[in-house]
């Protein structure tokens, strides 16, 4: 079944601290990765994308992700993370032979950052 | 501003009664998703449209739901006869053709007493 899992559903940092949260998928086929986030009453934003090519894309606000597909992880990091950063941050999956390219999400994983 | 505007923003209703959420997206796009957000959950896949057309329904939207793009632009989503397990937040948002980007708007949040 295709899935996406996030194993980390809470983390706290201080502010200054490296930031790695883990996303692996299940998903049969050439894939699109996405990770959004969703700060304290707001909207699901898009952080960052990835379709194909380099492996390690480069989002907003500091943030990266790398593709390894060899491991179907999809991993976020941040090297130096910043109290406003606090928020829910979710991995996104979908198939590009999905002709609905349809989102499939992990669960999530509460950040967050103590000044 | 999120390019999406959803009302109503907040609905309250008792068991069994009807609800209608509304999705406008300020841009054109010939697609458009519904997603449900439950408490401690990530989004999931309701429905989409390609332009008027609904082609695909998850096994989450029973009979008792429906939904509608009449015009290709704005779409609604009911909920009949509504359960308390139908609280959460409702999401809609136009959709990237050929990649899956999503551009969510703020939501509709459901509370069933």
């Known amino acids: 079944a295709q899935s996406v899992s996030q194993h980390n559903h809470h983390v706290i940092l201080s502010e200054a601290a490296s930031l790695e949260l883990g996303c692996n998928y299940s998903?049969?086929?050439?894939?699109?990765l996405f990770w959004y986030v969703q700060y304290p009453g707001q909207h699901l934003q898009l952080l960052l994308k990835y379709f194909s090519g380099d492996p390690l894309v480069k989002g907003i606000k500091g943030f990266e992700a790398e593709f390894i597909k060899s491991k179907f992880s999809f991993n976020l990091r941040k090297p130096s993370v910043q109290w406003s950063d606090t928020a829910e941050y979710f991995c996104?999956?979908?198939?590009?032979?999905?002709?609905?390219?349809?989102?499939?999400f992990g669960s999530g994983t509460r950040l967050l950052v103590r000044p | 501003d999120t390019g999406v505007s959803q009302d109503p923003r907040h609905k309250i209703t008792k068991r069994g009664q009807n609800v209608t959420f509304r999705c406008d997206p300020i841009?054109?796009?010939?697609?458009l998703y519904w997603y449900r957000q439950t408490l401690g959950q990530g989004p999931e896949f309701l429905t989409y449209f390609q332009n008027e057309a609904q082609l695909e329904k998850s096994r989450l939207l029973s009979d008792r739901f429906s939904a509608e793009r009449p015009k290709g632009s704005f779409s609604t989503l009911e909920i009949q006869r509504t359960e308390q397990g139908d609280s959460a937040m409702y999401l809609c948002g136009p959709g990237t053709q050929n990649t899956g980007e999503l551009f969510f708007g703020e939501g509709s949040r459901l509370t069933v007493l």
């Open positions: 996104a999956v979908t198939g590009r032979m999905d002709s609905s390219y349809k989102l499939i």
């Open positions: 998903y049969g086929g050439t894939v699109n």
């Open positions: 841009s054109e796009h010939n697609r």
